[in-house]
């Protein structure tokens, strides 16, 4: 047998290290893209201890709760697949009956997400918010700050009421179309005034050398000179002109995105953890009267999220365009750029052409049901439900509302009958064309404003379901005891000053969702945080609320939020950018929230007295 000797051992170790190098990058690729693999089998073995050695109803409710919780921060499956994990080991672990925990999953909550998502979809089927986001930014102008402010606000209100996601990814292209149209306005304009300064230096100089002062040599090395510095100050004003409007995109972009998430906290069915919250009070204290609905949430929240909005403006006018009161607000006239950007918006608006009847219809249907919602229980007066139909108890909900205005949009056609074709019909001796013209079109009958294939496609069908995985774990973790022993187990916080828990936990709830969903932190969270509340005689509003809406600030990272990952798609902005800007909004956000909840908001709700409808009887199986 012959053996294979290496006559350069240097080298031979070296490929060796190679391989070796190569195999060990191969494994790591390969553990990388079976992760999800990986994590759904090894979690449930890591953490199988705790029911095995401790046999109790807390211990197997704990098991369920870290485990759904570790799925959803790994997202190794989709949320809504996770949310169905009650479903199956609540009921085989002895801690509820399967009928008990299916009900969770279609709640009164769930009912005012489904309705407020289908007000929502009949706006965007219709283009109402495009009509409504165009027509306000015609009325504020193109001046940077200006357009930042307009766009913000125009985004936040759109976000009260439609999805975060749908919001932004309509605004983002309006903005850059309007900043390519400025940019390209200055661009032009710069080449101009340059090619004009040559002119004018050219005549100049011929009538120089025409009254014999410089000769022709020198002057051809004067515009040798010239047009070097000119080429040379066009390239130094290209690049400070791309830099401004770099900045200027990013802005923009950023206050996009950020408006879409603060203005879905102002009202309840704006984004998921506030339904969330309403979800779970209604579940862990079912004689809270109601304590949480549209009117009270909005009065709450709605003052924190104008505050929050205007520092995010100063915030990001200071970041990326400085406060140049001239140059940001335009004092003095509108330049030919600004004129041409404006219109670009007003082109755009007038290819919606004229309110259809369908957009007036919806229009009139989102209005009727807003003024339902304030007027249902405003809290200083009886509300329209008390006097008719809650007199002993709540039969009629938000939910209700809800259902039965977006019912609505099923029932009325998207377009009225044409008269005139129904007259040519009708006649006897009238235009034959005409009438066979209208023949087709009066037979038909008009589609209603909305079908059940668009809301088929555009439903988030997986929020419903994870809202309805949050309400099983709330309910589990009541039936199991778990919440009375965490409740017991945070009783030495009653030592600590409230508002100081209160910024605790805040601080906690925004930095977690930033690598998690807001969903899923609200649903984690929300039910150990009443249960912390009732053990130290604590008002449990003190702390849910503000943690809610933490749970919406999450500006940071591109991958915290819908809206995030949007703007992030554009390509203008890096991480970093997005880092700095979201740290101090971060900060700012978790002061404001406490100092709203440590003013209007104990007034509104009574936060500094233990309320009633807090104390529960926990009953173990």
Request: proline share 5%; glycine share 6%.
């Given at each position: 047998?012959?053996?294979?000797?290496?006559?350069?051992?240097p080298?031979?170790?070296?490929?060796?290290?190679?391989i070796?190098?190569?195999?060990?990058g191969?494994?790591?690729?390969?553990?990388w893209?079976?992760?999800?693999?990986?994590?759904?089998?090894?979690?449930?073995?890591?953490i199988?201890?705790l029911?095995?050695?401790?046999?109790?109803?807390?211990?197997?409710?704990?098991?369920?709760?870290?485990?759904m919780?570790?799925?959803?921060?790994?997202?190794?499956?989709?949320?809504a697949?996770?949310?169905?994990?009650?479903?199956?080991l609540?009921?085989?672990?002895?801690?509820?009956?399967?009928?008990?925990v299916?009900?969770?999953y279609?709640k009164?909550?769930?009912?005012?997400?489904?309705?407020?998502?289908?007000?929502a979809?009949?706006?965007?089927?219709w283009?109402?918010?495009?009509?409504?986001?165009l027509?306000?930014?015609?009325?504020?102008?193109?001046?940077?700050?200006?357009?930042?402010?307009?766009?913000?606000?125009?985004?936040?209100?759109?976000?009260?009421?439609?999805?975060?996601?749908?919001?932004?990814?309509?605004?983002?292209?309006?903005?850059?179309?309007v900043?390519?149209?400025?940019?390209?306005?200055?661009?032009?304009?710069?080449?101009?005034?340059?090619?004009?300064?040559?002119?004018?230096?050219?005549a100049?100089?011929?009538?120089?050398?025409?009254?014999?002062?410089?000769?022709l040599?020198?002057?051809?090395?004067?515009?040798a000179?010239e047009?070097?510095?000119a080429?040379?100050?066009?390239e130094?004003k290209?690049?400070?002109?791309?830099?401004?409007?770099?900045?200027?995109?990013?802005?923009?972009?950023?206050?996009?995105?950020?408006?879409?998430?603060?203005?879905?906290?102002?009202?309840?069915?704006?984004?998921?953890?506030?339904?969330?919250l309403?979800?779970?009070?209604?579940?862990?204290f079912p004689?809270n009267?109601?304590?949480?609905?549209?009117a009270?949430?909005?009065?709450?929240?709605?003052?924190?999220?104008?505050?929050?909005?205007?520092?995010?403006?100063?915030?990001?006018?200071?970041?990326?365009?400085?406060?140049?009161?001239?140059?940001?607000?335009?004092?003095?006239?509108k330049?030919?750029?600004?004129?041409?950007?404006?219109?670009?918006?007003?082109?755009?608006?007038?290819?919606?052409?004229?309110?259809s009847?369908?957009?007036?219809?919806?229009?009139?249907?989102?209005?009727?049901l807003?003024?339902?919602?304030?007027?249902?229980?405003?809290?200083?007066?009886?509300?329209?439900?008390?006097?008719?139909?809650?007199?002993?108890?709540q039969?009629?909900?938000?939910?209700t509302?809800?259902?039965?205005m977006?019912?609505?949009?099923?029932?009325?056609?998207?377009r009225?009958?044409?008269?005139?074709?129904?007259?040519?019909?009708?006649?006897?001796?009238?235009?034959?064309?005409?009438?066979?013209?209208?023949?087709?079109?009066?037979?038909?009958?008009?589609p209603?404003?909305?079908n059940?294939?668009?809301?088929?496609?555009k439903?988030?069908w997986?929020?419903i379901?994870?809202?309805?995985?949050?309400?099983?774990l709330?309910?589990?973790?009541?039936k199991?005891g778990?919440?009375?022993?965490?409740?017991?187990?945070?009783?030495?916080l009653?030592?600590?000053?409230?508002?100081?828990?209160?910024?605790?936990?805040?601080?906690?709830?925004?930095?977690?969702t930033e690598?998690?969903?807001?969903?899923?932190?609200?649903t984690?969270?929300?039910?150990?945080?009443?249960?912390?509340?009732?053990?130290?005689?604590?008002n449990?509003?003190?702390?849910?609320?503000?943690?809610?809406?933490c749970?919406?600030?999450?500006?940071m990272?591109?991958?915290?939020t819908?809206?995030?990952?949007?703007a992030?798609?554009y390509?203008?902005l890096k991480?970093?950018?997005?880092?700095?800007?979201?740290?101090?909004?971060?900060?700012?956000?978790?002061v404001?929230?406490?100092?709203?909840?440590?003013t209007?908001?104990?007034?509104?709700?009574q936060l500094?007295?233990?309320?009633?409808?807090?104390?529960?009887?926990?009953?173990?199986?």
């Open positions: 047998m012959r053996t294979r000797v290496c006559l350069h051992e080298d031979c170790l070296s490929d060796v290290g190679l070796q190098v190569s195999t060990m191969g494994c790591l690729k390969w553990l893209a079976h992760r999800n693999y990986l994590i759904i089998f090894i979690i449930p073995l890591l199988l201890p029911p095995l050695v401790i046999k109790t109803p807390e211990a197997n409710c704990g098991f369920v709760i870290i485990l919780s570790l799925y959803w921060c790994t997202e190794c499956m989709p949320l697949v996770t949310a169905f994990l009650p479903v199956i609540f009921p085989s672990m002895g801690i509820m009956v399967s009928e008990e299916c009900v969770q279609l009164d909550s769930n009912m005012l997400f489904i309705g407020g998502l289908l007000v979809i009949a706006v965007e089927s283009e109402l918010h495009r009509r409504i986001a027509r306000v930014l015609l009325l504020v102008g193109v001046r940077p700050a200006l357009l930042m402010m307009g766009f913000m606000g125009v985004t936040a209100f759109l976000s009260m009421w439609i999805s975060n996601t749908a919001s932004t990814a309509m605004m983002l292209p309006i903005a850059q179309a900043l390519q149209q400025l940019s390209d306005t200055e661009a032009r304009a710069d080449e101009q005034e340059l090619n004009q300064s040559v002119h004018d230096n050219l100049f100089q011929t009538d120089l050398v025409m009254d014999q002062k410089v000769s040599q020198d002057l051809k090395k004067d515009e000179m047009t070097e510095v080429d040379s100050f066009s130094q290209t690049r400070a002109r791309e830099e401004k409007y770099l900045q200027l995109s990013k802005g923009l972009s950023l206050s996009v995105c950020y408006a879409a998430s603060i203005g879905g906290t102002a009202t309840l069915t704006g984004t998921t953890p506030n339904l969330i309403k979800g779970q009070v209604d579940e862990l004689d009267k109601g304590v949480i609905n549209f009270s949430w909005f009065g709450f929240a709605f003052p924190n999220m104008l505050c929050m909005l205007v520092f995010s403006w100063m915030w990001l006018q200071f970041m990326f365009l400085g406060f140049n009161l001239k140059r940001s607000f335009g004092c003095g006239s330049n030919a750029g600004d004129r041409e950007a404006y219109q670009v918006m007003r082109a755009e608006y007038k290819k919606l052409g004229r309110m009847f369908a957009e007036a219809a919806v229009l009139i249907i989102f209005i009727l807003v003024l339902l919602w304030f007027t249902r229980e405003p809290g200083f007066i009886p509300g329209w439900a008390t006097v008719l139909f809650n007199m002993d108890k039969y009629v909900t938000d939910g509302v809800a259902i039965f977006s019912t609505l949009f099923f029932i009325i056609p998207s009225l009958p044409n008269a005139s074709c129904l007259r040519h019909s009708d006649a006897v001796d009238g235009d034959e064309s005409s009438r066979n013209g209208c023949e087709g079109e009066s037979m038909k009958a008009p209603t404003l909305l059940w294939q668009v809301v088929h496609e439903m988030p997986n929020i379901l994870l809202l309805g995985g949050g309400f099983a709330a309910r589990g973790s009541e199991s778990l919440s009375l022993w965490l409740g017991q187990s945070l009783a030495p009653q030592q600590v000053p409230p508002f100081v828990i209160c910024l605790l936990l805040c601080l906690l709830v925004g930095t977690f690598c998690s969903s807001n969903s899923a932190t609200t984690l969270f929300l039910p150990i945080l009443a249960s912390m509340a009732t053990a130290i005689h604590l449990p509003l003190y702390v849910m609320l503000p943690c809610t809406i749970a919406s600030m999450a500006f990272l591109p991958v915290a819908p809206p995030n990952a949007i992030f798609s390509g203008k991480v970093m950018d997005m880092a700095k800007a979201g740290l101090g909004l971060n900060v700012v956000g978790v404001m929230i406490n100092i709203a909840i440590n209007w908001g104990t007034a509104m709700f500094d007295v233990f309320p009633s409808w807090a104390n529960v009887t926990v009953t173990t199986p």
